[in-house]
């Protein structure tokens, strides 16, 4: 199976560099994550080499790998590097999806898959990497407080800014480092300040899912987020969604 989705990947256009355990695909990694490589993709499943520069876009981890798993593995990586990261598990366990989202991975697949489907994930993830927000500021009604500030791509929500420009975030002055998934759904929430967001709504414009997403993927993603911006930025709004505050 290792195999055959390498194959199949490399049909689809990705080079793909593989490793039989985890301590071997984080050596891998640390030794390529330099430069760029359009396309290239890291399986922490499988026994192959690569050739030429060694930068990846994206990894995939199998939660069942020898050595260090594939959750471990993933924590190694986000300490640090922002690099996409799709969770392979084979058992679909609640707990294992779990571990391996709050460890920072940004979306997962149960296996058995089928390569259209993991193709579409890989897809996705790359799409969230190069994500170009527009430049609109979120409106706001007559006589509103100005608690959202704009001034050209600048957001400011109390210690909150967001460059939509340059892609960066900052609280209180000090930048914050976010994934691609972090930072798309933080713009999601900053195009409609104070406005609920249900979960499925933003599995479809976050993690371009249909109505078959799994929202633990949202929660896991909202706890990183608080994590990082601070506890009370994202409210929950309960039985409906979230909502970034003013």
């Keep these: ?9 490399e049909r689809y256009g990705y080079r793909v560099e593989a490793a039989a355990d985890g301590l071997t695909g984080l050596e891998r990694f640390r030794d390529g994550d330099t430069g760029e490589d359009p396309d290239r993709v890291g399986d922490g499943d499988g026994d192959g080499d690569g050739d030429g520069d060694k930068s990846f876009d994206l990894l995939i981890l199998d939660v069942m790998l020898p050595g260090l798993d594939g959750i471990g593995l993933c924590r190694r990586v986000r300490e640090s590097s922002l690099v996409p990261i799709l969770m392979m598990s084979a058992r679909g366990d609640g707990l294992d999806i779990v571990a391996g989202l709050e460890a920072g991975a940004d979306d997962y697949v149960v296996k058995p898959v089928d390569t259209y489907v993991l193709v579409a994930r890989i897809r996705s993830l790359l799409r969230r ?8 500021a979120p409106g706001r009604g007559a006589g509103e407080e100005a608690a959202t500030a704009s001034e050209g791509h600048l957001l400011v929500f109390g210690d909150l800014t967001l460059d939509t420009g340059g892609l960066e975030v900052f609280v209180s002055g000090s930048p914050v480092a976010l994934t691609p998934t972090e930072l798309k759904l933080l713009l999601e929430f900053a195009a409609h300040p104070g406005v609920v967001l249900e979960r499925h709504t933003l599995l479809r414009n976050v993690w371009d ?34 909502k970034l505050r003013r």
Excluded: H, N
């Design 1 to 9: 199976m290792r195999r055959s989705f390498t194959v199949a990947l």
């Design 209 to 242: 899912y249909g109505w078959d997403g799994d929202s633990r993927v949202v929660d896991l993603c909202v706890q990183r987020l608080r994590r990082k911006l601070g506890r009370d930025r994202i409210e929950t709004v309960r039985g409906f969604g979230y």
């Design 129 to 136: 990497a190069t994500y170009a927000p527009s430049a609109a």
